[in-house]
């Protein structure tokens, strides 16, 4: 059944934040040619694909997340030549590209929302937008009591007195969907990176887009990801649908093959996310399952069965970390990291790996407040961190200017990184893990080496009949859950997770204190640990096994 799978449904995607991955220039920003040049590094780890967080030209309020040009690269991260050229040398190691689409909000710089300042209140320019008048004495007080995810109101006043929306920073003004000049201008951005060769689009903040027209107050002012008038909302569905229209209408014969676009849909219940597994929708939504879990065999088991009740793996890609959250090694402890990375790669359908990652990067607990960059950590005046931790520019080399992150000539003297790295950064470099054969990046290279060989992993084969086993579906004995037979849990304690796929493959992993006696089993294919001398499973340890 894998060759009636498109390209996308059991791939390994790696997502690049440009500007902490490879610097080519010195000027201790990472760049479009630093990644072009480390495209080996990436060849050799095994991925299928490549998801840039944005390049666009920005003024940096949220990392790029603020685009003042949707059609162009940031002049510090290179061209669009250089794009092209990235494109084309990723081709040739058979690595597809992906690229971020922001359509909730631009950036304050953005020439429509410049435009849109200076044409004032009611004109035609700032329809495409959300401004309104304050509520209360002189309109002092915001429209509506919306939060702004990184601290304060989503309202900011303008000289004029009217306020805009801004669900995250006030460098981030939202987009009006409802005036048909914003839709028709995104179309025009989705041809222009489609054309361009990528293979794909990640929505961002996929759940938002759409805001109630009433703009109503919430429930209250706690920010939260259930539906409401700013998250949810069934128009947006309708816009996918008009989206899914324009990637089929790409040739799925030639490169890159089928394209793929992959929501960011954050949600409180499986209810929620249900309705953007829709099949004419949005190819795909990733599950934040393995994100949100603690690290424990029954919340993870649960998340697993929830997820692939509703799909068959594919369609909602699993994900340990990204740039928004925490590192594993950090949310989860060393052991329980590495056994994670060998959960993530031997379920069904596509995984992503955030850059660094494959390293056992830790989050960077100890940035000094002055080198913080989030918008979270100015917004809420350093109550919330922020996320800058786990964008700290990657680790080549052992030693050296920057660890290798500026090039690797000695006799340069490249700029800082622009978020500092730890002294111990070197321990974690790609130089010093490639040698060591217990180190994590070991450990992906050879998961991702035996997932690409293995017919039982990525989209793997549907068993028949018996699927379910001792977890049945999670839909509660009702129709057959979509995903029913990709995995099949095995009797195992409740502490441990073990299951199987077909043909002969059979993944354990023990969460608990009690060492855990391996399933029968022919071979034990990979480990992300020792065993005990018994060859029992040690706690926070994980085996592929061959059955
Ligand atoms: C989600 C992105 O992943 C995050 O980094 C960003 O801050 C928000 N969306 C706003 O664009
Ligand atoms: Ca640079």
Known sequence: MADNNPWWADAVVYQVYPRSFADSNGDGIGDLDGLTSRL????????????????????????????????????RLGTLAGFDALVARAREHGMRVIVD?????????????????????????????????????????????????????????????QWYLHLFDAGQPDWNWRDPRVPRMFEDIIRFWLDRGVAGLRVDVAHGIFKDPELADAADTVRSVRPSGYYHRP???????????ILDSYPADVWPGPRTAIGEVWYDTYATLQPYLAPDVLPQVFNFELVTAQW?????????????????????????????????????????????ALLLLALPGS????????????????????????????????????????????????????????????????APPWLPQPAYWGAYSVAAERGDPLSFLRLYQAALRLRGENPALGVGELSGGAAGGAAGGAAGGAAAPAGEGAIRWLDA???????????????????????????PHREVLLASGALAPDGALPRDTAVWLAT
Not at 325 to 332: F, K, L, N
């Open 101 to 161: 689409l922001v359509p909730n909000h631009c950036s304050s710089a953005h020439p429509l929302f410049q435009a849109a300042l200076a044409a004032g209140p009611g004109s035609q320019e700032r329809e495409m937008f959300i401004f309104r008048p304050g509520r209360g004495p002189g309109g002092d007080l915001p429209p509506n009591n919306w939060p702004s995810n990184f601290g304060g109101s989503a309202w900011t006043r303008v000289p004029d007195g």
């Open 235 to 245: 128009e947006t569905l309708e816009l996918y649908r008009s989206w899914r229209a």
């Open 351 to 414: 995984a992503y790996v955030y850059q660094g990652e494959e390293l056992g990067l830790p989050e960077v607990l100890d940035i000094p407040d002055s080198a913080r960059q989030d918008p979270a950590f100015r917004r809420t005046g350093g109550k919330v961190r922020g996320r800058d931790g786990c964008r700290v520019p990657l680790p080549w080399e052992r030693g050296g200017a920057s660890f290798g992150f500026s090039g690797t000539d000695p006799a340069s003297s490249p």
């Open 40 to 75: 080996p590094y990436l060849s050799e780890l095994g991925v299928d694909a490549l998801w840039l967080t944005p390049f666009y030209p920005s003024p940096l309020a949220d990392g790029g997340y603020d685009v003042s040009d949707y059609r162009d690269v940031d002049p």
């Open 493 to 519: 304690p409740d502490d441990a997770l073990v299951f199987a796929r077909d043909p002969g493959f059979v993944f354990a992993a023990n969460l608990g204190s009690r060492p855990l006696p391996l399933p």
């Open 296 to 340: 424990d065999a029954l919340a993870i088991r649960k998340g697993i069965d929830a997820t692939l009740a509703l799909t068959t793996g594919s369609r909602a890609p699993w994900v340990i970390g990204n740039h928004d959250v925490v590192r594993p090694v950090t949310r989860w402890g060393v052991a329980p990291a590495r056994a994670a």
